[in-house]
C-alpha cells in the first residue's frame, strides 16, 4: 500500500506554519483510511494558511509603499508652502498683493 504524504507537492518551509507542519506529520503517520479522510480537509487549512499569508505580504509591502508616497507627499507639500510663501512675501515687498 502506497503511503500519501500530504502537501507534498507544496511549498514546505516558511509559508507553512510550524503548527500545520506538525499535524501534517502526525495525519501522514495515521493508517491510509483516517489519513484519507482528514487529508483533504488538511490540505484545505495549508492552501488557506499560504493564501492569507500571501495577502499579509501584500497589504504590509503597500502599506510600505504608502508610507513612502505619504512622506514624498508631505515633502511635496512644505516645499510648495515654502514657494507660497516667498511669492507672497516678494508681492508684499512690491506693494502688489
Do not use: A, D, G
Given at each position: 500500500?502506497?503511503?500519501t504524504t500530504i502537501g507534498s507537492n507544496k511549498q514546505v518551509g516558511d509559508?507553512?506554519?510550524?503548527?500545520?507542519?506538525e499535524l501534517t506529520a502526525a495525519i501522514d503517520a495515521l493508517p491510509a483510511r483516517y489519513r484519507d479522510t482528514v487529508a483533504p480537509a488538511l490540505s484545505r487549512a495549508i492552501d488557506c494558511?499560504?493564501?492569507r499569508r500571501r495577502i499579509l505580504n501584500l497589504v504590509q509591502e503597500a502599506l510600505s509603499q504608502l508610507r513612502l508616497d505619504m512622506k514624498y507627499l508631505v515633502f511635496d507639500l512644505e516645499a510648495t508652502r515654502r514657494e507660497r510663501d516667498q511669492y507672497r512675501e516678494i508681492l508684499e515687498k512690491e506693494d502688489l498683493l
Open positions: 500500500m502506497q503511503k509559508e507553512i506554519p510550524q503548527e500545520l507542519r494558511s499560504t493564501r
